[in-house]
């Protein structure tokens, strides 16, 4: 290659990179819109899904004990659990809590700083599907495929939470794109990159290693079944195997992490998401995928090559759905909307090839208009994510000079994480303790104060509900009830939906407090820690 055609191909690859970059920016400035027209920003962390306010504590956890100097982490991890029972123990940390804690301490502990990452990674994924959409089917298909994807309300309601479900489907997608570049190009340098993305994937979230099936399926699917018995598929592979078992190994389980659910409920999610027509057109596209991969019919099989591994996303996710993989909540069906969105324009465009020989642009233009039209109703379905007293709450508390600082919250866990997340977020010194009224004696009104004098307990947070109010919120309700002389309501904190509010109590002491709680904290969550 001359030295003339070289820089030109430099320029090429960095004006292209400009470009990309240039859209993920403006990607990210849509998506972040989008979470303060929802309301995110004033919500607390934690108040749609108690296990966000967990990642965020347990990030808030590696970002600390980076600023502390690395010191023992298991000791750290303990201590640190006792004034903030949300983190996550060590045998649960993956890439995404330390990537989260890098995060927060180049940043600040603020709910936007913490609400940017999703919002980052919502935007790479749809940018990231749009881009190879736009190299396999074309252009305007591309806009539309990264138009849909951040018109879905499911995608919306991920990029308003800290949690794995965004980073294992952006992972499991660029893990899928990578191994298609392998199949392509055949190089070394392409099967590290796959290498690479598979590990980032394994090691975010205990479901990535789902990508080990990635290239079984998609060489099935492609035709491609050589690639199996060539070494740089194989030691990629291989060496994923083995970094996948290690990081099982070291959690303790082995998937299924979760009873199995069955597929049934991502499906129906997937429906409700796209709705039939998309669905069928991503349908129609697997198919063509197949078909074309094992044709090898001219002018298409390179489409099929590339959409194989994207196309086969959607089998070994299905697969791990089976076997447990996941939550069993509708936002597991995160990890398909890109593959089901590419999928969809890919097999609209074979359809209109069927019908009408050429016209490259007018199907292209068709195919974006009928993906922009399917994905208006999404578009105006409103997704909010509303506060629930707790945050107003842990301000109140801090703001009180209470010795020993011992807050008990009593609720869902929703309000229980909330609070915790809360705190955690502002006592930065971690003077405060939270303790969540379940772990305590709640049988009587005597046996939950009887607790609450044990550990010094300076207030008490508490979810008021007509309807749905949890056994521990009721227990302390009744002790408050019961003792009136012991509890003075220092504030009290509206959900937005006004579906309750949350009390706070100061509680006086009839005995000294402990001079150090620590101990009796530590007695009292010990049967607790997984």
Request: glycine share 8%; with cysteine; hydrophobic share 60%.
């Amino acid at each position: 290659m001359s030295v003339e055609a070289s820089e030109r191909r430099r320029s090429t690859v960095a004006l292209r990179g400009l470009v990309f970059l240039i859209v993920l920016l403006l990607a990210t400035a849509v998506i972040v819109a989008q979470q303060l027209g929802a309301g995110a920003y004033v919500a607390e962390l934690g108040a749609t899904d108690p296990e966000e306010a967990r990642h965020f504590v347990t990030a808030l956890m590696v970002a600390d004990h980076a600023a502390a100097g690395f010191p023992a982490p298991g000791a750290f991890a303990a201590d640190y659990g006792l004034a903030a029972p949300q983190a996550l123990p060590l045998s649960r940390l993956t890439l995404f809590h330390v990537l989260t804690g890098g995060w927060l301490l180049l940043l600040t502990p603020t709910t936007p700083a913490a609400l940017l990452l999703p919002a980052a990674l919502a935007a790479l994924l749809v940018v990231s599907a749009g881009w190879a959409t736009a190299w396999s089917v074309g252009v305007l298909p591309a806009v539309a495929v990264g138009f849909v994807l951040a018109a879905l309300p499911l995608l919306r309601e991920a990029s308003l939470v800290l949690g794995l479900d965004l980073p294992l489907a952006l992972s499991a997608l660029l893990s899928a794109l990578a191994f298609g570049r392998c199949m392509r190009r055949g190089t070394t340098a392409s099967a590290a990159l796959f290498a690479a993305a598979g590990a980032i994937s394994v090691l975010v979230a205990p479901a990535g290693a789902v990508v080990l099936l990635l290239p079984p399926l998609a060489a099935l699917m492609a035709g491609r079944l050589d690639l199996m018995r060539r070494a740089r598929v194989l030691v990629p592979l291989a060496a994923l195997a083995v970094l996948a078992l290690a990081v099982a190994l070291a959690a303790g389980r082995l998937p299924p992490v979760v009873t199995a659910q069955g597929p049934e409920q991502v499906w129906q999610t997937l429906r409700a998401a796209f709705g039939t027509l998309p669905l069928a057109l991503a349908a129609a596209g697997l198919v063509f995928t197949v078909v074309d991969g094992w044709r090898k019919a001219a002018g298409t099989h390179g489409e099929a090559q590339a959409l194989a591994p994207v196309a086969a996303l959607v089998p070994a996710f299905t697969l791990a759905f089976w076997l447990g993989v996941g939550r069993g909540v509708p936002i597991d069906a995160i990890v398909l909307l890109a593959p089901v969105a590419m999928l969809a324009a890919f097999g609209a465009m074979r359809l209109t090839g069927l019908l009408v020989s050429g016209w490259g642009t007018i199907r292209e233009l068709a195919v974006a208009l009928l993906l922009l039209l399917a994905a208006m109703p999404g578009l105006l379905q409103q997704v909010r994510k509303g506060p629930i007293g707790m945050d107003a709450a842990a301000e109140a508390f801090l703001a009180r000079d209470a010795a020993p600082p011992v807050i008990v919250v009593a609720g869902d866990a929703r309000g229980a994480a909330a609070l915790g997340a809360a705190i955690a977020q502002r006592d930065r010194a971690r003077r405060s303790f939270v303790v969540e009224a379940d772990r305590l004696p709640t049988a009587t009104p005597e046996e939950l104060l009887a607790a609450f004098d044990a550990i010094g307990a300076a207030a008490l947070a508490v979810e008021a509900r007509e309807t749905g109010a949890t056994p521990a919120s009721r227990a302390a309700q009744a002790t408050v009830a019961a003792f009136p002389d012991r509890f003075r309501a220092i504030g009290t904190f509206p959900r937005a939906d006004g579906r309750g509010e949350v009390v706070l109590h100061a509680v006086s002491r009839a005995v000294p407090p402990p001079s150090d709680p620590v101990p009796v904290l530590r007695r009292l969550t010990a049967p607790s820690q997984p």
